[in-house]
């Protein structure tokens, strides 16, 4: 995801997305600890994308107060 598709998001939208994204991580977590995961780099392009939301997220809030 790039931080692109972010700027068009308004608060509701980045905030059921970084929790969508932070459910996803948490499922691939478990995967792992079983030894089932598929593609460990998912892991990382996850953490990266939960960190963009939340960046976007708080330059929100920010810029609203």
């Given at each position: 995801m790039?931080?692109?598709?972010l700027?068009d998001?308004?608060?509701?939208e980045?905030t059921?997305k970084?929790?969508d994204?932070?459910?996803?991580m948490f499922?691939?977590?478990?995967q792992?600890?079983?030894?089932?995961l598929?593609?460990?780099?998912?892991?990382?392009?996850l953490r990266?994308?939960?960190?963009?939301?939340?960046?976007r997220?708080?330059?929100?809030?920010?810029?609203?107060t």
């Open positions: 790039k931080f692109a598709e700027k998001m308004t608060l509701t980045l059921a970084s929790r994204l932070r459910q996803e499922n691939l977590r478990l792992q600890a079983s030894a089932q598929e593609k460990p780099s998912r892991l990382r392009t990266r994308d939960i960190a963009r939301c939340e960046t997220i708080s330059a929100l809030r920010t810029k609203t």
